[in-house]
C-alpha cells in the first residue's frame, strides 16, 4: 500500500540557558495510507513535538518529513501552509476553535482556504454526521467540551485530508463523551481510508491502533 508519510533522521535540538535541549533524535518511521498509529510515552518525552513537525507547524534541526514523497521542509512557509491545508488535518486537545466564528463557520473556514466549493453545505454535512446539527449556529463558549472537540474533529476532515494528526483528541474530555470522539475517528477513518495519528496516554486506545510509536526522552523506541 502506498506511503503517506515518510520521517527521516527528523531531530529537534533547542537552546536553553546556554545549552542544549535535545527533544526528538533521529525519529525514523513511515505509515500507509489509511493506517492508524498512536504515538506513546511519558509527559516531556517529545510526543507532542513530533506531531507538530509532522504537521509542518515547526522547524526541525535536521531530518525530513515526506507527505506524499513531498518534503515539505525543502518548501517555503507560504507552500507548506498550502501544501498542509491539502493533506493535513490536525485535532488540537484544546480545541482551538475561533472564538468569534459559529461552529458552521469554523468548520466552513479550511474549505474556504481551500477553495473548495459549496463550503457552507459541506461543513453542514460533516458538522450533522458528528451530531451537530442542531448546534450550526452556535459560538464556541456556548458549547459543551465534548461538542467543541466534535467541532474541531468535523473541521480536520472536512477538507477530506489523507493524513489527519490528532493531540490528545480526548484529554479534556469525559470518558463517555471520549470514547464517542474515538468511534467518530475511526469510523471516519474506515470511511475515507484517512492514516490517523494519534498521540495519547490512553493505552486501550492505543491497542486499537495498529502501531504503536512510543517515544521516550526523544527517541523512537519502535524499530523501525
Given amino acids: 500500500m502506498t506511503k ?42 517529545g510526543k507532542s513535538t513530533l506531531l507538530g513537525l509532522l504537521a509542518g507547524l515547526d522547524l526541525p534541526t535536521r531530518g525530513q518529513v515526506l507527505l506524499e514523497g513531498q518534503d515539505i521542509f525543502a518548501l517555503d512557509e507560504n507552500a507548506r501552509a498550502s501544501l498542509r491545508g491539502r493533506l493535513i488535518g490536525f485535532v488540537f486537545q484544546s480545541f482551538q476553535l475561533l472564538p468569534a466564528l459559529t461552529a458552521l463557520e469554523n468548520v466552513m473556514l479550511p474549505l474556504e482556504l481551500a477553495n473548495r466549493p459549496q463550503a457552507r453545505l459541506r461543513a453542514r454535512d460533516i458538522l450533522a454526521r458528528v451530531g451537530l446539527e442542531h448546534r450550526l449556529g452556535h459560538y464556541p463558549a456556548q458549547l459543551s467540551g ?4 466534535r ?20 484529554g479534556n474530555l469525559d470518558q463517555q463523551t471520549g470514547e464517542r470522539v474515538i468511534e467518530l475517528l475511526f469510523s471516519l477513518n474506515a470511511e475515507r481510508q484517512t492514516t490517523l495519528v494519534l498521540v495519547t496516554h490512553d493505552a486501550h486506545l492505543a491497542a486499537r491502533c495498529e502501531r ?4 521516550d526522552n526523544g527517541h523512537l523506541l519502535e524499530p523501525t
Fill in 4 to 45: 503517506i508519510l515518510e520521517v527521516r533522521h527528523l531531530s529537534k535540538v533547542v537552546s536553553e540557558r546556554g545549552s542544549e535541549l535535545v527533544l526528538l533524535e533521529d525519529i525514523n518511521f513511515s505509515l500507509r495510507a489509511g493506517e492508524v498509529a498512536a504515538i506513546q510515552g511519558p509527559s516531556g518525552a
Fill in 146 to 149: 465534548g461538542e467543541q472537540q
Fill in 151 to 170: 467541532v474541531a474533529v468535523a473541521r480536520a476532515f472536512a477538507i477530506e485530508p489523507p493524513l489527519l494528526l490528532a493531540d490528545e483528541p480526548t
Fill in 212 to 215: 504503536q510509536l512510543r517515544i
